[in-house]
């Protein structure tokens, strides 16, 4: 009977070691589950953000007709394989008349954790069957940055892009032109139509005039206005509340409210106009407030003198 009662508690006792292990190793799988689920995720931050922000930034202001841009999240991005740090894709007006704000397709720039990993990224798209379906068929590296071009774009176009960041090739689309005119056999579009683009994002369009309005009702406008001769193009502020209008003809650096006329820099009134004191502080902050509202679409009142 003693033997009996030793031998039933050793076989209790191998079975809660046996379950033990078994709890052990079943936590341990999943443990090793969620940590490759978790490796196939996408970890874009706010680091690899602003520096796809800075490369678009750095194109804009190196003279590419880049208008827009959107940079995606890990829940927006519609991609669900890639291991980029950060990602927008961008539009350039020689290669987009008009394009969709969620997904404009003339370029993507995306950043990787290391160099490696973007050159690595580029090795892949550069396979004949994935050449066959990624429409940024132009490569340049620059670090751990992969920029990725439209594939309609020209020979020169894309090396535009790669003197402005100071960058190399890293290949070119296999059928790509080597003519110096864009893809569609059209001009580049001038700064105007760049302009209006990016005022589009923000501001009301009103037969090609831009309207951007603000206030707990909407009651201030400021009215950006466009003529053949561009010496009449202004912005013109108004407060609905107070009935306070002032134009600003920024090529002619001249302020306009009633019958004053002022000079925009030091607010002295034009030969012959009757200016009060109510007139002179009605357009101190106009050109301030111009800039203000332009900078909302990165843009500027020296912009707008510049068509």
Known sequence: MKKRFILFVCIVTLCLLNGCSNAKDAEKKKTDDTSTSSSNTKKINKEGTEKAIKIYKTLEAGGIPVVYYIAYTNETDPNIICSYIGKLNFSDSTVEKTYNKEEPLSGSIEVYNTKDKAELRAI??????????????NHILLENILIRLNK????????????????????????????????NNEKPLDILPRIKAKMSTKFNEFNGNYRYDWGDNGEYHLLFEFFDDSKDNNATFSDDN??????????????????????????????GSQCTKQNKKDVSKIKDLVNKVLNLVDLSIDDLKSV
């Open 242 to 271: 107070s009935g306070t209008t002032v134009t600003y003809f920024y090529n002619k650096n001249l302020l306009w409210t009633g019958n004053c006329k002022l000079n925009a820099d030091n607010l002295k009134a034009e030969d």
């Open 124 to 137: 892949e798209l550069s396979t004949y069957e994935a050449t066959q379906m990624d429409n940024y068929g």
């Open 152 to 183: 309609k774009m020209t020979k020169k176009q894309v090396d535009q892009y790669a003197k402005c960041l100071n960058a190399e090739v890293y290949r070119y689309h296999d059928s790509i032109q080597d003519s110096e005119e864009v893809v």
